[in-house]
């Protein structure tokens, strides 16, 4: 049974940092595109980052840019995401996903092309 696990999301104060972590069991990380997306309340889920399964490409959304950080860690089967300056809007529960993929460089940003889910970890910046 695969499953994905994020953790790291907690309350941080506007302009912190959080490191938010996705362990994997049940599935090498290694075979899939990774990305993190976020849901805040009354809004639809978006893309925030994705990253290749070689680790070279990366996507970020507009608004994280020169921000957020996704990276990898295979032999952890583990991903991250490094958020600095943070900002109220910021504020949503962050999901990690994985695709399987034949494709090492390639990243992908839309949510329907995942095939596997976190439950979430909840990131909350005060203002």
């Known amino acids: 049974q695969v499953q994905l696990a994020e953790s790291g999301g907690q309350l941080v104060q506007a302009g912190g940092s959080l490191r938010l972590s996705c362990a994997a069991s049940?599935?090498?990380?290694?075979?899939?595109?990774m990305g993190w997306f976020r849901q805040a309340p009354g809004k639809e889920r978006e893309s925030v980052a994705a990253?290749?399964?070689?680790?070279?490409?990366?996507f970020y959304v507009d608004s994280v840019k020169g921000r957020f950080a996704i990276s990898r860690d295979n032999a952890k089967n583990t991903v991250y995401l490094q958020m600095n300056s943070l900002k109220p809007e910021d504020t949503a529960l962050y999901y990690c996903?994985?695709?399987?993929?034949?494709?090492?460089?390639?990243?992908?940003?839309?949510?329907?092309?995942?095939?596997?889910w976190g439950q979430g970890t909840q990131v909350t910046v005060s203002s």
């Open positions: 049940g599935l090498s990380l290694s075979t899939c595109v």
């Open positions: 990253i290749s399964r070689s680790g070279a490409s990366t």
């Open positions: 996903a994985a695709k399987r993929s034949y494709d090492y460089s390639n990243t992908e940003a839309r949510p329907g092309e995942y095939d596997y």
